[in-house]
Every structure is written in C-alpha cells, then in structure tokens.
C-alpha cells in the first residue's frame, strides 16, 4: 500500500511545472527574508502591518509564500524595513565586489608561571613563542 502512496506522489510531483517549483521557492525565500528583517526591528506581524497601511491578515497571507507578491509590494516593504528583500545576482557582484578586507590581532591571555591560576599578561598570538614556560589560553 505504501509503495503504491509513493509512486502517486512521484507522479503528483512530475506533473508539477518548473515555474511553479521556482515561484514557490522565490516566494518562500522573499518571506523568510521578510519575517528576519521584521524580527531585526522588533516588530510583530501586526506592527509591520500598521506601518504597511495593511491589515495583519494581508501580510500573513503576503508572507505565507504561496500569495502572488507583487514588485510594488516588494519596494514598500523594502521601503518600510529600510533594507534590501531583493538583490539580483548583478547587484550583489556589483555590491560585493568592492569588499574590504581588514587583518584583526588576536591577543590571547598567558600564564607566565606554571602555578598562575589567572592569566596575568597578554600577548598578541604571533608573538608567543611556544614554549614550555608559556601556554596559551582559550580567551
């Protein structure tokens, strides 16, 4: 019985178009990128309704990631929630391509005695030498 489920589902699953696979999952990621952006600011469903000029309902219904979101909708959240929802590979290339890279010093603290239950110096990682006499220390 089970094997017959399985391969009524694989048939269900075959007939489903590209398109629809696409717009489900473009859907889902628009309002999972959504609902983060709303929790960034602290806001409730019903709170980004308000500053939406919609009811809690249309929102919840806009974020279930099956309503058919429109581009306008798009800009108004992105408005509303002053970040970007949609960035189209170009922009990202264009965004990221200028990434500035920064090198950062580690200091880790050090035992100077073996008998020291608290670390008493630092030192910066690429200075310690390892040696007996000094151990390094989770920070």
């Known amino acids: 019985m089970n094997k017959d489920k399985n391969k009524v589902v694989e048939r269900l699953k075959a007939k489903i178009k590209l398109e629809n696979k696409i717009f489900v999952k473009k859907n889902l990621a628009i309002s999972e990128q959504v609902d983060v952006l709303r929790k960034e600011k ?3 469903q019903k709170e980004l309704a ?16 099956l309503h058919n979101i429109t581009l306008k909708s798009v800009a108004k959240l992105e408005a509303v929630l002053d970040a970007d929802i ?5 922009e990202a290339c264009k965004k990221y391509k200028n990434t500035e890279y920064v090198t ?4 880790v603290p050090i035992k100077i005695r073996e008998k020291d239950t608290v670390p008493v110096d630092y030192a910066e990682e690429s200075n310690i030498k390892y040696q007996k006499t000094y151990s390094k220390q989770a920070v």
């Not at 949609?86 to 170009?90: D, E, G, H």
């Not at 950062?104 to 200091?107: E, G, N, T």
């Open 42 to 44: 602290g806001w409730s």
């Open 86 to 90: 949609i960035t189209t590979p170009l």
């Open 50 to 65: 308000k500053n939406l000029g919609k009811t809690e309902s249309e929102i919840s219904r806009m974020l279930s990631g």
């Open 104 to 107: 950062l010093k580690i200091y």
